[in-house]
């Protein structure tokens, strides 16, 4: 099995409204290797590892997870779900 390194490009948007969703950190699990989402809900993390776990998060949002196996080369697309707060 050899593990080689991939720029994986994706789209995050907001389950509900499917609007692009700015500033998502973006982050493999056990990694320091991140970034954030753009103001078009794009984003592009390098040197990734496969397989990986990548993590989304931003504090508005549920925290959601994408287990990538292989190399994917379309736009991967994530929508995550606001939180719900019960008062």
Known sequence: NIQSQNTINGLVLDKKTNKPMQY???YID???NGTSSGIDGKFSLKNV???SQLIFSIISHDLTTKYLEKADTNLIVIKIKEKS???
């Open 24 to 26: 998502v950190n973006i």
């Open 30 to 32: 056990g990694s320091t």
């Open 49 to 51: 590892t496969l397989p």
């Open 85 to 87: 707060y019960n008062l």
